[in-house]
């Protein structure tokens, strides 16, 4: 079975799905290793196949390198790709996703962003959940693909 095909059918079968920073920055960097990967993501989330959620961890974890290297024209870039990118949506840090996350932290030893971001695609009903930090794949709430396994299945 071709890469596409799998990506399509490990997609398929979810209607939300959590998103890791990473896969944005593979994605609006062209990054060759995981594009296959990403570029179906991202073409099932604009075609309204699945919805995209992420945290606003996200937000603040893309436009930091762009605003630290003065790059105003990649910084408005990301901020009109993440706020207008159809069926995605950045979710603000509630009490319940802090919540959650402070459970996930003290259970799996996470950094503070990580179990935000985890947190965020619990509670808002993802049962798949993107990333490529191999310290993932111990959260067993919700199931967790670590890019990087997912593409030297191949």
Do not use: C, W
């Not at 901020?79 to 799996?108: G, H, M, Q, W």
Request: net charge negative.
């Amino acid at each position: 079975m071709g890469k596409e095909t799998r990506f399509h059918k490990l997609l398929s079968k979810h209607k939300i799905v959590g998103i890791d920073t990473m896969a944005f920055i593979y994605y609006f960097e062209n990054n060759l290793t995981y594009l296959p990967f990403v570029k179906t993501l991202f073409e099932f989330i604009e075609e309204g196949e699945i919805k995209g959620k992420t945290s606003v961890i996200t937000y603040l974890e893309i436009l930091t390198k762009p605003k630290k290297e003065r790059r105003d024209d990649l910084v408005e870039e990301y901020e009109i790709l993440l706020t207008n990118y159809p069926n995605l949506e950045i979710i603000p840090v509630n009490k319940e996703i802090a919540d959650v996350s402070s459970s996930l932290r003290a259970k799996y030893d996470l950094r503070t962003p990580d179990a935000i971001q985890v947190a965020t695609s619990i509670v808002e009903g993802a049962f798949l959940f993107i990333t490529n930090d191999l310290n993932m794949k111990k959260i067993q709430e919700i199931e967790v693909i670590i890019m990087k396994e997912l593409l030297s299945r191949e």
